[in-house]
């Protein structure tokens, strides 16, 4: 009997230390699409894209762009941000707002400091300036959501969708690229 005690006592003791240790939930992003804007014809073509979601819940996108024209220098980036309360009806969606840059684009963009260099790395051959022509591969990119901020940033963003439009001007200020992405945030548990 004692012996019984003692090892439903040390049971006990183990499932609670195992408990104990289990990591916080941490943000992740969700990818939904990665399409070409529709309606626009720029130089710059999103020729496919597909995701992936690994075990612990990281998505990751793999993508193919064709790029017809040199770009000599990128004059301009604008994000138009748009959330959306679900992915399915787009008349719950609202503008959030407009990020323009303009400077030193041709370092900023690929830039590992900045919130998206995680998702650019994986880019072959990599983005920089003169963007020559050809094929250009992405092949699982992701975020990595502690590099990109802290992770109570994006608690106010959870629960929507995301659809940011991603444009990019050349040397004459004419639209090079244009894409769209709809992604979430989600905090999970790994």
Request: overall charge positive.
């Amino acid at each position: 009997m004692y012996f019984w005690a003692i090892f439903l006592l040390t049971a006990a003791c183990a499932d609670r230390q195992v408990g104990a240790a289990k990591s916080p939930p941490r943000p992740v992003v969700q990818f939904h699409s990665f399409d070409q804007c529709k309606g626009v014809d720029t130089p710059g073509k999103l020729l496919n894209s597909s995701i992936s979601r690994s075990k612990q819940g990281a998505a990751a996108i793999s993508a193919d762009f064709y790029n017809h024209k040199v770009l000599k220098t990128f004059s301009k980036m604008e994000l138009v941000m748009t959330k959306c309360a679900d992915a399915v009806s787009f008349n719950t969606c609202e503008y959030v707002a407009t990020h323009k840059f303009s400077v030193g684009l041709c370092q900023l963009i690929p830039s590992p400091s900045m919130p998206w260099a995680t998702f650019l790395a994986p880019m072959q051959p990599p983005i920089r300036c003169p963007l020559q022509t050809g094929l250009y591969k992405l092949r699982n990119a992701t975020v990595d959501m502690q590099k990109t901020a802290g992770s109570g940033i994006f608690d106010g963003s959870q629960g929507y969708v995301h659809l940011p439009e991603v444009r990019i001007f050349n040397e004459k200020n004419e639209m090079h690229v244009c894409f769209t992405l709809a992604f979430s945030f989600m905090r999970i548990r790994n």
